[in-house]
């Protein structure tokens, strides 16, 4: 019997590329609170959560009550987005998120979206019947690096961390990963590096025995 072993996916950037729907749900509302935002501020804070994100941008405004208030809302201009104008997975992750749960890995989404954005992105791919538990910035107190929420989701599998590999393209995401005391496979797209344990432009790239290789290094 195999020994059990799981893969823990972030979403936004590694599953789905989402930035765009991001970037113009954060702008829009931000407009619309009179404060509004760059593109490089954006990028500056894309993958973190909600209330990071806007203490950042609000500074001394940023009460509990306000960052609720104008998180809910861009959150609900994104799902929209998203439905209107759809979305699909990148290339290669359709195949290998298939492959593995016909491989019989257990699989987990890991990330820093609210809950019900992750259960939008879902409704509109499918390999939804693949992921056997979601972490979302519900479940968890600190965003990555914090490991919390790979670990949270290692919790979720019974699957011990060091049978874990973490799907990740952002650098908080691999540091999270390395503290979780997990692998790492890092998704370098638009030539940015990563210090994962397995680096790859797309994962469309990867060889046919990648996982199975990475555990057992």
């Given amino acids: 019997m195999l020994p059990t072993r799981a893969v823990l996916w972030d979403m936004d950037g590694t599953l789905v590329d989402s930035a765009d729907y991001h970037w113009k749900a954060w702008r829009d509302t931000m407009a619309r609170e009179n404060h509004p935002i760059t593109h490089d501020m954006f990028l500056s804070t894309f993958g973190q959560r909600n209330d990071t994100i806007l203490g950042q941008w609000l500074g001394g405004q940023a009460v509990p009550k306000l960052i609720e208030r104008v998180g809910d809302a861009k959150e609900a201009l994104y799902r929209q987005l998203v439905r209107q104008q759809g979305i699909g997975p990148l290339p290669g992750v359709s195949q290998w998120v298939r492959r593995l749960h016909q491989q019989r890995w257990c699989q987990a989404i890991a990330s820093a979206a609210p809950r019900k954005n992750i259960e939008t ?90 996982f199975d290789n990475l555990l057992l290094s």
Avoid: Q, Y
């Fill in 121 to 210: 992105i879902l409704e509109a791919l499918d390999t939804g019947d693949c992921f056997d538990a979601i972490v979302s910035a519900e479940d968890v107190h600190r965003g990555k690096p914090d490991p919390e929420v790979f670990l949270v989701a290692a919790a979720k599998l019974k699957v011990p961390p060091s049978h874990c590999i973490v799907v990740e393209d952002a650098l908080h995401g691999i540091e999270a990963a390395r503290a979780a005391g997990m692998k790492s496979i890092g998704v370098t797209r638009k030539g940015k590096s990563l210090p994962a344990d397995l680096a790859t432009p797309s994962l469309a790239e990867l060889a046919p025995n990648a």
